[in-house]
């Protein structure tokens, strides 16, 4: 089945306290991407990626981190969490010609 | 800078109505527009739109794009109950392949 994995699903930290988002996906499908959803603000890009090693700056990057080692995995790092990065996170894939049309399921993030 | 909006906010109306909306977009170098349904979770792709006036059509719903006037409009007919959903409207440009810039969304609820 044709899927994007997203882990965890639900995630309580302390603020500064680092931790990583895994993303991973099936259908070798080049592009990748996070996007965060906040209410009244919609969902806004943190990063991209196109292709393995390539990876690009949305909308919201500031305080995230990103890499593309391989085709299937995206995480997303957070190496110093702080309260304003609470959020319902979200991974997506997609292929070349820029339709993103498989999202993960979600992953709620809450940083105290 | 990049602007995507999409009418109304939300709407109310009964099984068997049909019901449009709208998303008017402005971005430079446009490359695609996209629709996508979220219910509690994740979003789900609809349809990705290239072209002016060529209506993109899967069962009960449609979408058509106006590259001259700048809007897409998604209709939904014979509505149902499980039609209710937050509707997302994302417009890509060639500037940036890889970033794809959301609306807020129509919340569509159907009464039975």
């Known amino acids: 089945e044709a899927q994007v994995t997203q882990n965890p699903r639900y995630l309580i930290t302390v603020t500064g306290k680092k931790l990583t988002v895994t993303c991973s996906q099936n259908?070798?499908?080049?592009?990748m991407s996070w996007y965060r959803q906040d209410p009244g603000l919609g969902l806004r890009q943190i990063y991209y990626s196109m292709n393995v090693e390539v990876t690009d700056k949305g909308d919201v990057p500031e305080g995230y981190k990103v890499s593309r080692k391989e085709k299937r995995n995206f995480p997303l790092i957070l190496e110093s969490p702080s309260p304003n990065q609470t959020s319902l996170y979200f991974c997506?894939?997609?292929?070349?010609?820029?339709?993103?049309?498989?999202f993960g399921q979600g992953t709620r993030l809450t940083v105290v | 800078e990049d602007k995507v909006v999409q009418s109304p906010l939300s709407l109310v109306v009964h099984e068997g109505d049909t019901v449009t909306l709208n998303c008017s977009y402005e971005?430079?170098?446009?490359?695609?527009l996209l629709w996508y349904k979220q219910e509690k979770k994740a979003p789900t792709f609809l349809f990705m739109l290239?072209?002016?006036?060529i209506e993109k059509k899967s069962g009960r719903l449609s979408s058509i794009l106006d590259k001259k006037e700048l809007f897409s409009i998604l209709n939904i007919t014979a509505t149902q109950t499980g039609d209710s959903a937050v509707y997302l409207c994302a417009v890509g440009s060639t500037d940036s392949w890889g970033k794809l810039q959301f609306g807020a969304g129509t919340q569509v609820v159907v009464t039975p």
């Open positions: 259908m070798n499908h080049e592009y």
């Open positions: 997506a894939s997609g292929n070349s010609q820029g339709a993103l049309a498989f």
């Open positions: 971005v430079t170098n446009f490359r695609s």
């Open positions: 290239t072209s002016s006036g």
